[in-house]
């Protein structure tokens, strides 16, 4: 139950005490007496009430006097009543002056008293609950991070409720259409006419430049109040729009180069598609891979494969330039889109095409840029792409579809020596479900003995003799005959089946060199090595084991590495080398002078012997720049105590340039073939006078 009000009496007429005494507690209330003012006041202060009805005119200290003290002492809510004449309007007013909450004016109707009075308490709870809900709104609006401004109908500020620090946005007193851009309060203007249409709230969203500051976001929400005001919560929603954006683009775009991801090229695409049909126009896809990237990532690691990839993506968009693709005003597109699909693969779409040929022109363009060399952590590197080109409609209607086919070119133009961009035909797809089923057949080609050795012999240019042979692998499919190793090697080193079949190699070889060691034949024998085999950690223990189970002695054994293995200077490739140098195997240095990397590993490595690459070789005689450089790599081995092997020799004035520029060994179709290893001891009766050459 609620405990009854508390009402101090102060009068010091008796009989007026006693009659409103009775006709409060009639009415339910609590009373307190008192007879003069400092009686009052000691009540007040020994028994609080909750309401004070005072006699204007008593003895000593008055009822004014007494209000004051009493309004000191209690505080703003308590209410004071103040007992008056009728007609004493100045008794009146210096009540409220002196605190005062209300009056009553004699004579007093004791009848109706005790209702004016539940009148005077209701009404004072009455602005208890609103002082309550105001301080709760005024906490509320204090709290919001949002500004809320009242609007009238001709959009002035008519109040700022919330967001006092927002200055972005009209104060009091200003209009919308003077404070905000035109775009904005035209916005504003739309809205509210809408609302008070629809009788429903209406959301606009906008943007706003601050001065040397960055772009800001709002939303406001708008209310009508009635037909001459308007609510607008205006809220700043900059954070949520970087947010969102921050979502789409982890969702939509490579994190490392910044480049559309898989998913924004496959909604790109769909839509060009799209537009294309409608059109009636060509829509190319360049499929392109990064020739060499996986070594790169491999041998020198990941961070240094990203700094290439972002370094090649930069110049992608060079590539991609409207301005700067091509030079026919044909596809000089606007709307060119590149995106990185994983790895090193890219994607870039060119619209609008009239011929197919301009992709074509845009795939030479990129190859051009990417050849330019990298420098990346003090080396110099060079890279080349591999490009698959799908023209809409005539290769796919479908974006996959057109990915697919581009992809399929691209592992085209790879196997036709990389560097180079092909066109999609159905030939294609049928060429690699051929390479498909090939590294599936490779799984148990050794396992089957479909491999088998050939031996090419190495011409000692000072003696005219066979010093050495260098092992080839060969492969005879039950289905397809032979398959080239530049079709199977590059599968088998991306799956990981080269170490066991290198090891296989090596073994068959030494066993043949052991075997004609014990027929009074010493020749050394030259076994490539996969960069893959240094990288398996293995490498020294199964070369020791082969040699010691074959009984071949290491120095008639030599291992041709290429550049790509010594690009790793990890400690591993390292160790590798010096264990096997310290076996007594020897090293040779293949396909010299084409590799992407500095040549300062040469001093620091143990080789003793680099191999012209055949390219060069095979522009002799009339190639001056081919003479030239192998003219310096002779040079250059000469001043480090090398020697040097020619590879590709297939005519005799090959041979009288080489013997002239003082090259030490000779290999090549002039003077045979990689024969089987029952044709060797044949072969080492023949002897080639290069003296009469000179």
Not at 279 to 285: R, W, Y
Request: charged letters at 25%.
């Amino acid at each position: 139950m609620n405990e009854p009000v508390r009402i101090l009496l102060a009068d010091d007429d008796v009989t007026a005490l006693m009659l409103m005494t009775a006709a409060l507690e009639a009415a339910d209330f609590l009373t307190i007496r008192a007879e003069d003012g400092e009686q009052t006041l000691a009540s007040f202060a020994q028994t609080p009430c909750d309401m004070v009805l005072l006699d204007v005119d008593m003895p000593g200290m008055d009822g004014f006097e007494t209000c004051r003290r009493l309004r000191h002492l209690a505080g703003d809510e308590l209410p004071i009543v103040m007992v008056t004449g009728m007609d004493d309007v100045d008794s009146i007013a210096r009540a409220f002056e002196a605190g005062a909450t209300d009056f009553i004016s004699k004579p007093i109707h004791w009848n109706l008293i005790g209702h004016r009075i539940k009148y005077l308490w209701r009404t004072h709870l009455t602005r208890l609950d609103l002082q309550r809900a105001n301080a709760r709104n005024a906490a509320i609006l204090s709290a919001l991070p949002d500004t809320l401004l009242r609007l009238s109908d001709e959009g002035i500020v008519l109040d700022r409720l919330a967001g006092h620090h927002d200055q972005a946005h009209p104060g009091p007193g200003a209009s919308v259409q003077g404070s905000l851009p035109e775009e904005v309060s035209r916005a504003y203007t739309e809205a509210i006419r809408k609302a008070r249409a629809a009788g429903e709230l209406q959301d606009i969203e906008y943007s706003l430049q601050e001065v040397d500051g960055p772009v800001r976001y709002f939303e406001t929400r708008i209310v009508i109040i009635d037909d001459q005001e308007t609510l607008c919560l205006i809220r700043d929603i900059t954070r949520r729009k970087e947010a969102d954006d921050e979502i789409h683009r982890l969702a939509y775009y490579d994190t490392l180069t910044g480049l559309a991801n898989r998913q924004h090229l496959v909604d790109r695409l769909a839509g060009e598609i799209h537009r294309a049909q409608g059109s009636g126009s060509q829509l190319g896809v360049l499929f392109l891979d990064l020739d060499g990237f996986k070594q790169i990532n491999d041998t020198l690691g990941h961070a240094t494969g990203d700094i290439l990839l972002k370094h090649a993506s930069h110049r992608l968009r060079l590539g991609v330039r409207p301005t700067d693709t091509v030079s026919r005003p044909s596809t000089q597109h606007q709307n060119i889109s590149l995106a990185r699909l994983g790895g090193d693969e890219f994607t870039v779409i060119i619209p609008d095409m009239n011929h197919p040929e301009d992709a074509l022109v845009a795939a030479h363009r990129i190859q051009e840029l990417m050849q330019q060399p990298f420098f990346i952590a003090g080396r110099e590197m060079v890279v080349t792409a591999s490009i698959g080109i799908a023209v809409f409609p005539d290769d796919g209607e479908d974006a996959d579809t057109l990915l697919k086919h581009a992809d399929t070119a691209m592992y085209h133009a790879k196997f036709l020596g990389r560097n180079n961009a092909q066109f999609y035909s159905p030939s294609l797809t049928h060429e690699a479900m051929r390479r498909l089923n090939m590294e599936s057949d490779l799984r148990r080609a050794l396992e089957a003995q479909e491999f088998f050795l050939v031996y090419q012999p190495q011409v000692d240019l000072q003696t005219g003799k066979i010093h050495s042979v260098e092992a080839l692998i060969r492969w005879r499919h039950p289905q397809q005959g032979l398959i080239s190793p530049a079709e199977f090697i590059p599968l088998a080193e991306g799956n990981g089946l080269i170490v066991p079949i290198g090891e296989w190699v090596l073994r068959m070889a030494c066993q043949d060199a052991a075997r004609w060691q014990a027929m009074g034949l010493p020749l050394a024998m030259a076994v490539n090595l996969s960069p893959v085999q240094f990288r398996n950690g293995s490498l020294t223990r199964k070369v020791r084991d082969i040699l010691e189970d074959t009984g071949l002695g290491a120095e008639f054994l030599e291992l041709e590495i290429t550049e790509t293995t010594l690009m790793d200077e990890s400690m591993t490739t390292l160790q590798t080398l010096h264990e096997l140098q310290e076996l007594g195997v020897k090293f040779s240095l293949d396909d010299f002078g084409t590799g992407y990397s500095s040549m300062s590993y040469l001093t620091r490595l143990p080789l003793h012997n680099l191999k012209v690459d055949r390219s060069f070789v095979h522009g002799l005689p009339h190639d001056a720049g081919s003479l030239a450089i192998i003219r310096a790599i002779i040079s250059l081995s000469e001043s480090m105590g090398f020697t040097v092997t020619a590879e590709g020799v297939e005519n005799l004035e090959q041979v009288k340039i080489l013997m002239q520029q003082c090259c030490h060994t000779l290999q090549g179709y002039y003077f045979s073939k990689p024969v089987a290893a029952e044709q060797i001891p044949d072969l080492l009766g023949q002897n080639w006078d290069f003296d009469r050459l000179s």
